[in-house]
């Protein structure tokens, strides 16, 4: 876990900036001896964990925890803290490739999405970051849990190769659950969970425009492209989540007061 985080309804979320984080990942790079694990933190993510116990424990238990929306920077000005911008998933990856790019001697392994959509990402990232190289892909089939004997076949995969760097691209809280529970029997250095950036990568899921991103709307443009998937997200996990952190906020204020 990165030293300078703050607490947000319960979970452990970076204070630092992307080029520190990117940093630090290379420096796990270099030096860890067991893998570390990054996920993003969103109000959704972080009102689904209160009622789910293994999800909770995977984001308490993170090297780095990183604000991924908006919602989340706002979160921290009302609790007083230092937050001041978020880091996606597609930050970490594209800052890190961009990084690791620069010299020979990286790979990395892609766990998730389709077969069709791991064969772009392979012909994408040879031509995007070339110095980078693509130790392997496996597409795990389509289900709510994993057999043992299916998350085997996916730990033998990755380990054949032992690459440096795994990124996990599957559904929340599916893929963190899945880093947490199995981190011990990877043999690689670093693991990203990033969800939809497999798809946001090869061009299949357009990200919204910077000028929404920048405005902290990034949501707004993917709600009406998928309204039935992202309602609940938007309009129960968000008022939830400030909830939260309003109770946290003065609940706080209670307890240390006169």
Known sequence: MLNKTENIVGCPVCQFEISVCISRVEEWLKETDSPKYFICANPHSLVTAQTDPAFHKAIQEADLVTPDGSGIVLASRILGGR????ITGSDIFYGLSKRLNQSPGSSYFFLGSTGETLADIKEKLAKDYPNIHFAGSYSPPYTPEFSDEENRLMIDAINAVKPDVLWVGMTAPKQEKWI???RDQLDVKFIGAIGAVFDFYTGK???SHPVFQKMGLEWFPRLLR??????RRNFIS?????LMVLGQRFGSIRKNGP
């Open 83 to 86: 937050i001041t911008e978020r």
């Open 180 to 182: 947490h529970q199995h």
């Open 205 to 207: 899921v357009k990200r």
């Open 226 to 231: 998928e309204p039935r998937r992202l309602f």
């Open 238 to 242: 968000s008022p939830k989540f400030l």
